[in-house]
């Protein structure tokens, strides 16, 4: 059975005439009753684990906002019930290292974090959350910043003068694009709203990291809608992370009439050994979580060898092979010689992780080469 608990800190309260925050010597117990943090870690699996930890234990009073305002080291965040074989480019991550992609515990698409990016969270009571209506909190938040913004239709924030109608490519150069993505999750008596707002973010590496190609992959889950983006600096040079944090946390008062300070927390001893943030931070980083929770997926590929065409399809689920049927067309190999190298192959591949395969072996000949290539497209 999970149980709230609170921890004492140090507590640093932010002060909204100035860009950087007042210190007082301060012992405060911090428990989720709060209504305005502000995360001093970078850590994204600390702070996507305590922004869970946030909306499971507000019980005490469920019916008060909550407002969370975090930054991370880059990664790739994608959601709850995405496939990461079909939002990342694995090629393009794996040579960065130390960026990790994660999946999170809600849903909604893939985005990139890093310090140039700002992420919030708002949590409201479940009977009165309304996600226009917090997506106009951040929007009058970004308007306070002089830079002209609007809402589309699919509630994410966007600047340009007119109303979506199509998009270019990702990087392109369309005429409205999007500074700022959100996902929503329902946990309960509370509901929560999160986003993440481009101040200064490596445009460059977000491209690179979410661009993929894989129209032959069809998956069960929720795929990202690629759009055009920007940073909101180059909109306004003065927005940084702190004045965009605090423009944030005066609209959240305005329009919840919080009159609270807002708290900064760290990774505090006491708060990382709590039992959920503990065990919910030691699970996002593995197998069985970011890869293990994928939907089922099916994956068609086809290529040419000298010897003849080949094509396959994979069926996952939840990482795992399920099956792989081949078609093999080949005036080298007879019948009975194509008929082995199927059943040899599937036999291999079933019951395998996906893109781990074993038991490769590195003979010439149209088995190892049709595995090696399997291998190789299910790594990229």
Sequence with gaps: MLRAASWSLSTRFWALDSHKPVVR??????TPEHSIYVSESHNPYFNLTFEDWLVLFRQKSPEKPLLLVYRDE?????GRNQNPWKEVNLTALRTRPGV?????????GT?????GNTNFSIHLPRT??????TTQVILRAVRSLGVDAHVNDRNDICVGPHKILAFSSLLGLPSIVYVSGSAYKIVNKRAYHHGTMLI????DTLGDLLRTSKDTMVTRGVASVRSPVCNLQQHNPNVTHETFTQSVIRAFQEEYQVNTQPCTITESEGLLNLDYIKKGMLELPTWGWGYGQTPEFTYTLETNFSWGNVIAEIKARHGIIQTCGLQIASNSLDKSSTEDLVNQIEHKLVNQRYGEIEGQDSNLGPQSEVMQWLSRMMTS
Excluded at 25 to 30: A, D, F, G, V, Y
Excluded at 74 to 78: A, E, F, G, S, T
Excluded at 111 to 115: C, G, I, Q, S
């Design 111 to 115: 985005v990139y974090h890093d310090l």
């Design 25 to 30: 010597r301060l012992i405060s117990t911090i």
């Design 128 to 133: 009165s959350f309304d996600r226009r209506a």
């Design 200 to 203: 200064s973010t490596q445009l």
């Design 74 to 78: 880059p990664c790739v965040v994608i």
């Design 100 to 108: 990790p992609f994660i999946r999170r515990r809600s849903g909604g």
